[in-house]
């Protein structure tokens, strides 16, 4: 056998060491990417709908990226989890602006985690495009803030308009409302919306309550609630609650002419399969569906890229809440940066103030709040629901469009509590 | 008070002693540990939920009951406790360094629990639901739901049969025995280090069939142990810390006096007046129902 001496070892070491680094110098990114920073829930009570978030935006990076990046240049994404904890984001963005100086940042997912960045977002005058905050301009009135969600600016006149709309539609015309909302912001912001718009038509509010989001029981809630025999019940809850209220609900043989209103939960697939019959007839606040009328250019190819990895990614598997709309999040900094050569933020910020964005979820301008200029809150029923087999909220039918006109594509079932 | 108040009342109470059931299963094991054994284990909520995920992927593996899945997998629970609390003791217990540091080490583990679930399970809602979860029994004007009934009668099988367990057994008064003087075990040569293992083992595998039991009542995620942390305290103190029949009545009254509270002055009171009754408690007995002052 030869021996090796010490100096053949270190050119052996030395060769080796070249030739492991040559695959990834012939692959390594072309530089100067655009690099997009942000912080996500990716743990904790935010992460489901913050991992599908992250999943829509790679998919929307590897799109861009195959049709040759930004002006020539690739994206890359920085992010970081934020584990849905608000005191984590004003550090994360600090590091993202100071220390790794990404190009553009957008935000987190929902209100209480976008709220905690735009300090830190307005003392660098960056231009903010972000998911699913609603109202959080209205306290910081940043001239660079934009919102990715349909609510608007004036959450309190528009939001449970659609309910109304369609509950005025009913052969027996509506005298009593019951709301019941989760002690959080959205939620206590949409049931304020329903007390409004309800009063505002004459109707008796008879029960009006909110609950801690640690409730595990909802059976007395609803037991009492069922007391006040309301024509109308408008629910404000997140996915936790949204569940065990509408379990509590069907155990309890609540029924009103229209119950839903403002539920997070029921859009998304793991609770639409877990409640199947239960959601029948409900009627509720919603930002797409399957349907028609919501067919905008690109969104099925997106959808069917999603659900394509979904299950490995352990993520909602359809794709029909705010997943097109955080690919339409990233369409938006894309035909920005687009049009402006280069990340120069007022820039930017003055060309998203202009122009009409062509996106996934439809075209869409933004008002001068930052919030879209036409607010296109849903109003949706499930109908026909007869289990929790997944595959028919992939097609038109199952979540008909009740409101807005424009979008509609079905009619109004009452009451809740009817079999399918 | 009109006959609706009354059958609103009354349904009130029949509604919160069916939480009750699932707060005991949730506080029995918290018993053990924190009341018996002196040791805070502010992780065992999440060990709740981490065994509600392993009964829904057993359950579904198998095909059987998440009350049978959950009753198997307190067999490695056990195991799992038994690791746990041999980790604990060499680097905090043996040491004296038991309190804060132990606390941390238990807020680690949580934390551990709770991404861990969110890697391997990601961060859906996961549920395995009976038929019978969706039965609701009426008693004239009372409603009973089986997906509360039937986890909360399981959960108070097997406290009753661990009651049994640690009155008639030399192991489990010698548990009880190590939580008053742990010396006074070793004199009589037992080692009281193996006996903590064993207790702590029994806490989590109670852990395992609390969380079959919630997989049934509601859909669980990673962070829905948070919701239990205040509560399985609180029922544990109220109860008189190492007692399993004040840990049952305990949770009976936190789930009746925050279900009635809910139905007659809003659910967004019932904590405010559940976490008072418990001072209440503590006021007039600060050994807790059943506890026996030092």
């Known amino acids: 056998m030869t021996r090796m001496t010490r100096r053949e070892l270190g050119r052996l070491a030395a060769g080796a060491t070249v030739i492991a680094a040559a695959p990834g110098l012939a692959f390594a990114q072309p530089a100067n990417p655009i690099r997009i920073g942000y912080s996500m829930s990716l743990s904790g009570g935010l992460a489901p709908n913050g991992r599908s978030s992250l999943l829509a935006h790679k998919i929307w990076q590897e799109d861009v990226n195959a049709r040759g990046g930004i002006n020539g240049r690739p994206v890359e994404l920085v992010y970081y989890d934020d584990q849905s904890a608000p005191a984590n984001v004003p550090g994360l963005y600090t590091k993202l602006l100071d220390v790794d100086r990404v190009d553009i940042v957008t935000s987190s997912y929902a209100t209480v985690m976008i709220a905690p960045s735009m300090p830190v977002v307005m003392q660098r005058g960056m231009a903010y495009v972000s998911l699913f905050g609603a109202g959080v301009n209205e306290a910081f009135k940043y001239d660079r803030y934009f919102s990715m969600n349909v609510t608007g600016d004036d959450i309190r006149s528009t939001y449970a308009r659609g309910f109304f709309e369609v509950a ?46 640690t409730t595990v029981d909802f059976a007395p809630t609803v037991r009492a609630l069922a007391a006040t025999r309301p024509d109308l019940v408008f629910l404000g809850s997140y996915p936790p609650d949204s569940n065990g209220l509408l379990r509590a609900i069907s155990e309890l043989r609540l029924s009103a002419q229209m119950l839903g209103g403002g539920m997070v939960g029921p859009q998304i697939a793991a609770v639409q399969a877990q409640l199947g019959p239960i959601l029948n007839n409900l009627v509720n606040w919603d930002v797409y569906s399957n349907e028609p009328t919501m067919d905008f250019p690109g969104v099925r190819a997106f959808q069917e890229k999603y659900r394509a990895r979904a299950a490995a990614e352990q993520v909602d598997v359809l794709g029909n809440y705010l997943q097109p709309y955080a690919y339409a999040q990233m369409q938006v900094i894309e035909q920005a940066l687009a049009r402006v050569g280069k990340p120069d933020q007022a820039a930017l910020a003055a060309d998203m103030h202009a122009n009409v964005f062509k996106t996934v979820v439809g075209d869409l301008k933004f008002g001068a709040s930052g919030e879209w200029a036409e607010p296109r809150n849903l109003l949706v029923q499930f109908q026909g629901i007869t289990d929790g087999d997944l595959e028919k909220y992939k097609r038109p039918g199952a979540k008909v469009i009740l409101y807005p006109e424009s979008l509609k594509s079905g009619e109004l079932r009452a009451p809740y509590g009817a079999p399918a | 008070m009109d006959g609706g108040d009354l059958i609103l009342l009354l349904n009130g109470v029949v509604s919160g002693l069916l939480i009750g059931g699932i707060y005991a299963a949730a506080a029995a094991g918290l018993a053990i540990s924190f009341g018996m054994l002196d040791i805070v284990n502010i992780a065992h909520p999440a060990l709740m939920v981490a065994g509600g995920f392993l009964t829904v992927l057993l359950g579904t593996a198998l095909g059987i009951d998440p009350l049978l899945a959950a009753l198997l997998l307190a067999v490695p629970f056990y195991l799992l406790g038994t690791a746990i609390y041999a980790m604990y003791h060499h680097f905090f217990e043996r040491r004296g360094d038991e309190a804060l540091q132990g606390l941390a080490f238990f807020f680690g583990v949580m934390f551990i629990i709770e991404v861990g679930l969110v890697m391997a399970f990601g961060p859906e809602q996961r549920f395995l639901d009976p038929a019978y979860a969706y039965v609701t029994l009426r008693l004239g004007e009372v409603d009973v739901p089986l997906r509360m009934l039937v986890p909360g009668l399981f959960a108070m099988a097997a406290i009753g049969a661990l009651w049994l367990f640690l009155r008639r057994s030399f192991t489990g008064l010698a548990i009880a025995a190590v939580a008053q003087d742990a010396e006074a075990l070793r004199l009589m040569a037992v080692n009281p280090v193996r006996i903590k293992r064993f207790a702590f083992g029994l806490s989590i595998a109670l852990a395992a069939i609390a969380g079959g039991a919630l997989v049934v009542v509601q859909p669980v995620e990673p962070s829905s142990g948070q919701v239990f942390i205040g509560r399985v305290f609180a029922v544990c103190i109220m109860g008189g810390m190492g007692s399993l029949p004040g840990c049952i009545l305990a949770a009976f009254l936190f789930g009746v006096v925050e279900n009635v509270t809910a139905t007659f002055y809003g659910p967004s009171w019932s904590p405010a007046v559940a976490f008072g009754w418990l001072l209440l408690v503590l006021a007039f007995r600060p050994q807790g129902l059943f506890g026996k002052l030092a």
């Open chain 1, 168 to 213: 005025a539609k009913l052969p027996t015309p509506p005298r009593t409302l019951a709301i019941l909302a989760v002690d959080n912001e959205f939620a206590q912001k949409a049931a304020d919306s329903a007390r409004f718009l309800g009063r505002q038509r004459g109707l008796r509010i008879v029960y009006d309550r909110s609950y801690p989001p």
